[in-house]
């Protein structure tokens, strides 16, 4: 994903619901373990077989430790 190795998980619901997301997959970077996709996904129907696309969220460009002074969070 973007250009980095990552760990690529896809997860099925056994029992779907129209509350949950009939299947998920989510993208970890191999070098921090840190999530940087997440896709959701309906049940299926004729026109998605893959299910309608619910949710996407990407991270990218993601700066660990940048040296911010403790100050900054005084708020």
Request: proline share 9%.
């Amino acid at each position: 994903f973007a250009g980095k190795p990552v760990t690529r998980f896809e997860v099925f619901a056994d029992s779907p619901s129209a509350a949950a997301p009939r299947r998920v997959v989510l993208c970890l970077d191999a070098a921090t373990k840190l999530p940087v996709r997440y896709e959701a996904y309906g049940q299926p129907t004729p026109d998605a077989p893959g299910g309608e696309v619910l949710e996407v969220v990407s991270f990218v460009n993601t700066r660990l430790n940048v040296g911010l002074a403790d100050a900054v969070f005084d708020r």
